[in-house]
């Protein structure tokens, strides 16, 4: 059952690179993005002004709202907007993955300076393996995709970066956030974001064709609410490693997929780049995983299991 269920979270959140090209082909960025949150906004807003939907409200300051929708401007509205972009611009979905899947090695190489938490040396170590995955794969897309523009690959860069702030903002927090209410407020807010830059660019009429909203429906039920559904129900069952873990797979998925739905370029080169940075993910979650041996860190590692998913290492927003 675990099994079913991990493979079923990979292949829905990988579906979020995916919807994304098939929605660009026919819209810009800003239209999908608006068009995809607009609903979710309100569906999740009404949800929220229900009775049972109050209580995990109540107990949060105009600080903690105001906290919540910054992370949303930069895990969702940032993050994706340069992910849409990208692929908009022609980078292929699988280079955009891998690019935004190195997020957790940076955040942790960054983890000693900016959180004081120890980095070691095989984490180092695989922060470079990852980065160097990353430019195999580049340069191959790049080598195999003309017309595209080799400053297009420092868009989902950016997009990872934003991951990357919105990370450390959250762990530097002390309140405890409901995932309901998480996911509300950053909905909403990019639903603003999105909304207002569509009508300030002039590109808030939807087109007409089908695949528009296909993609549409596929970013809302695959994407964030099987994607973001299946995140918790798997961190329940398996904890924050398995999750983690799994996030890593989500490259090699988009890349296969997009290879075979857009004729997207899957070269050996590809194949390469794929599998230095799976080693590097192997590095450095074992070098992560040591097991706790003071009360303090026993503390730590079973309060890691109970708090949100950005709060346990890594920030990963509905795709």
Known sequence: MNVLLSAAFVLCWSSGFVGAKLGTEDAGATTLLMWRFLPLAAVLAGAAVHRRGRSAWRSLTPRDL??????????????????????????SSGTTALIDGTQPLVAGALAGPLLREYVSPRQWLGLCLGLGGVALVTTADAAATRGVAWWTYVVPFAGMLSLVAATFLDRRSRTQVTPAVSMTVHCTTSALVFTAMAFMTGTATPPVSASFWLATAWLITLSTFGGYGLYWLVLQRSGVTEVNTLMFLMAPVTAVW???????????????????????????????SRTPNSPKDQTEAAHSQTRAPSQAGVYWPSE
């Not at 929708?69 to 611009?89: C, D, E, F, P, R």
């Open 66 to 91: 105001t906290r919540q929708a910054v992370i949303g401007l930069l895990s969702q509205s940032g993050y994706l907007l340069t992910v849409y972009y990208a692929i908009q611009l022609g980078v």
């Open 258 to 288: 997009g290879a075979a739905m857009f004729d997207e370029p899957f070269t050996m080169q590809t194949a390469l780049g794929l599998g230095v940075a799976l080693v590097a993910v192997g590095l450095v979650r074992g070098a992560s």
